[in-house]
Nanobody, 116 residues
Framework: QVQLVESGGGLVQAGGSLRLSCAASGTTFNINAMGWYRQAPGKQRELVARITRGNSTQYADSVKGRFTISRDNAKNTVYLQMNSLKPEDPAVYYC??????????WGRGTQVTVSS
């Protein structure tokens, strides 16, 4: 199994930056894609960004040009650099990892709050 631990969440002002990290441990050699989802109160969980083993990326339209996802396979860690944060960005951000079989693992989430 894969265990995920997120870090880097917190309170920032609008226009500020934050970097989230998610470290995977356990049976990590089967990891394929890694990504970040978010869920705001009363909203559905949505994909923010995703990156494959081959570094192909996918972003939600709302964050394109502002967020950057990256990964360090040697450290089994995925990052989300968030710049120019907006009032609509606050949410609980969840790390997601899927293995080659298609099974998904989730982190417990980290809170991102943006103040105006």
């Amino acid at each position: 199994q894969v265990q995920l631990v997120e870090s880097g969440g917190g309170l920032v002002q609008a226009g500020g930056s934050l970097r989230l990290s998610c470290a995977a441990s356990g049976t990590t050699f089967n990891i394929n894609a890694m990504g970040w989802y978010r869920q705001a109160p009363g909203k559905q969980r949505e994909l923010v960004a995703r990156i494959t083993r081959g570094n192909s990326t996918q972003y939600a339209d709302s964050v394109k040009g502002r967020f950057t996802i990256s990964r360090d396979n040697a450290k089994n860690t995925v990052y989300l650099q968030m710049n120019s944060l907006k009032p609509e960005d606050p949410a609980v951000y969840y790390c997601n990892v899927n293995i080659w079989s298609g099974f998904h693992y989730w982190g417990r989430g980290t809170q991102v709050t943006v103040s105006s």
